[in-house]
C-alpha cells in the first residue's frame, strides 16, 4: 500500500485564508484589527525562525502582529511584567510565550499569569482543565491542527482506536483529550511503555509526539493506519542539516492509508492554528460569532 499524503501546507493555507476573510470582515463591519503579541526570550535560532515566521503570518492575514525578542538574562520579574502590560492592552488578543524558557524562569508560573481569554497556546492550568470538562477554552495550537487534519481525512472520528506516542502537556495530553472529544479510544504511550509496537499496531490513527528522529517505522502500523507525524527533528544527513519527523516517511507510508509528511505537515497547521486562535479569542472577547469550522 502507498499512503495518500496530507498536505498540511496546502491546508494550513486555506485555514489561513479563512482567516484572513474574518479579520477584514471585522475590519469592514467594525473597524477592529485583531493583535497577537509574541514573546521570545533568548536567541535560539530555531525559536526565532518559528517566530519570524507567525509575525509574517500574522500580517499577511491583516492581523497585528507584536514582536517582543528578551535576553536570555531576563529575569522571571521582567517577563512578568511584560505579560502583565500585555494582559492589559486593548489591543493584544492573544499573547504567545516561545517555549522553552531560559532555566532562570519557571515556565508553570509565566504560562498561568497570562490572561486565559488571551492565551492562544491554550497552556493556561484554566484552559487546559476546560479542555479536559468539555468546556469552551483555547486549544492548543498543535493538536487542534492534527485534530482539523484528522477530520477532513476521515470524517467521523467516532470509535477509532487512536493512539498517542508522548504524554507533554503541549502535545501529546492535550491530543489525547481532543481524541477523546471526538469518541475516539485513545491510548497514551510513553517512554515506559511495554511493548510500544504492539500498542501502535491497534491504531487507526496513530500520532507520533516523541521527539525522536525516525524512530515509528512502518512495522509500528496497522495497515491503512492514519499517521499524523508531530515530530520537528534537525538531523545531519550527507553533511547537511535536514529536518525529518518522528515517523520514518518512507517505511511508514508503504503501510499506512495516509501520513503527514515533515516538513509540510503538522509545522504550518500549528501556525495557521495560532492565528485562528487569535481571531477566536477576538470574537470571545467581544461577544461576536467565532470563525466557523476553525475550534475544536
Ligand atoms: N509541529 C509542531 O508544531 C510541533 C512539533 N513538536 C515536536 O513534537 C515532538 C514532541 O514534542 P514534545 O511533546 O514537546 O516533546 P517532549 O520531549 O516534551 O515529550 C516527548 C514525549 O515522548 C515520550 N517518549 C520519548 N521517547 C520515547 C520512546 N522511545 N518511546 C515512547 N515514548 C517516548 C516521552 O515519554 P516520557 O513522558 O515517559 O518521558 C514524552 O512523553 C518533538 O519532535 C517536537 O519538536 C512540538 C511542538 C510543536
Ligand atoms: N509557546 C509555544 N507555542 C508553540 O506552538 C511552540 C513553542 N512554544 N515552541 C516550539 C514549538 C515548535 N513549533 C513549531 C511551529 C511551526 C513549525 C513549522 O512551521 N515547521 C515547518 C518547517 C519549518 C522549518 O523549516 O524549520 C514544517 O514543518 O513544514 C514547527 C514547529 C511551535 N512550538
Not at 47 to 63: A, D, F, I, L, P
Not at 148 to 162: D, K, P, Q, T, V
Not at 181 to 200: F, G, K, M, N
Request: proline share 5%; glycine share 10%; hydrophobic share 40%.
Amino acid at each position: 500500500m502507498t499512503a495518500q499524503i496530507i498536505d498540511g501546507k496546502n491546508f494550513a493555507a486555506r485555514i489561513r485564508g479563512r482567516v484572513a476573510d474574518h479579520v477584514a470582515r471585522l475590519r469592514d463591519e467594525r473597524g477592529v484589527t485583531p493583535g497577537l503579541a509574541v514573546v521570545l526570550v533568548g536567541d535560539d535560532p530555531a525559536s526565532q525562525v518559528y517566530v519570524r515566521s507567525k509575525g509574517k503570518m500574522t500580517k499577511e492575514c491583516g492581523m497585528e502582529s507584536f514582536e517582543y525578542r528578551l535576553p536570555e538574562t531576563t529575569s522571571e520579574a521582567e517577563l512578568l511584567a511584560l505579560i502583565a502590560k500585555l494582559n492589559a492592552d486593548g489591543a493584544v488578543h492573544g499573547i504567545l510565550v516561545q517555549l522553552p524558557l531560559p532555566a532562570q524562569i519557571d515556565a508553570e508560573l509565566v504560562i498561568n499569569s497570562i490572561d486565559p481569554s488571551k492565551d492562544v497556546d491554550g497552556f493556561h492550568v484554566s484552559n487546559v482543565g476546560r479542555l479536559a470538562t468539555g468546556q469552551r477554552s483555547m486549544v492548543p495550537c498543535t493538536p487542534l491542527g492534527c485534530l482539523l487534519m484528522l477530520r477532513e481525512h476521515c470524517g467521523s472520528l467516532s470509535g477509532l482506536n487512536a493512539v498517542v506516542l508522548g504524554r507533554s502537556n503541549i502535545v501529546g495530553k492535550p491530543m489525547a483529550q481532543l481524541l477523546l472529544s471526538e469518541s475516539c479510544t485513545v491510548t497514551i504511550a510513553h517512554s515506559r511503555t511495554r511493548d510500544l509496537q504492539d500498542v501502535a499496531r491497534r491504531a487507526d490513527i496513530l500520532v507520533a509526539a516523541v521527539g525522536r528522529p525516525e524512530m515509528v517505522t512502518g512495522d509500528y502500523l496497522k495497515a491503512g493506519a492514519t499517521v499524523i507525524d508531530v515530530g520537528i527533528n534537525r538531523v545531519e544527513r550527507d553533511g547537511k542539516n535536514r529536518l525529518v519527523g518522528d515517523c520514518h516517511f518512507e517505511s511508514c507510508a508503504s503501510v499506512a492509508g495516509a501520513i503527514t509528511p515533515v516538513p509540510g505537515g503538522v509545522g504550518p497547521m500549528t501556525i495557521a492554528c495560532l492565528l485562528a486562535n487569535t481571531v477566536t479569542a477576538y470574537c470571545r472577547a467581544h461577544d461576536l460569532p467565532e470563525p466557523e469550522g476553525l475550534t475544536a
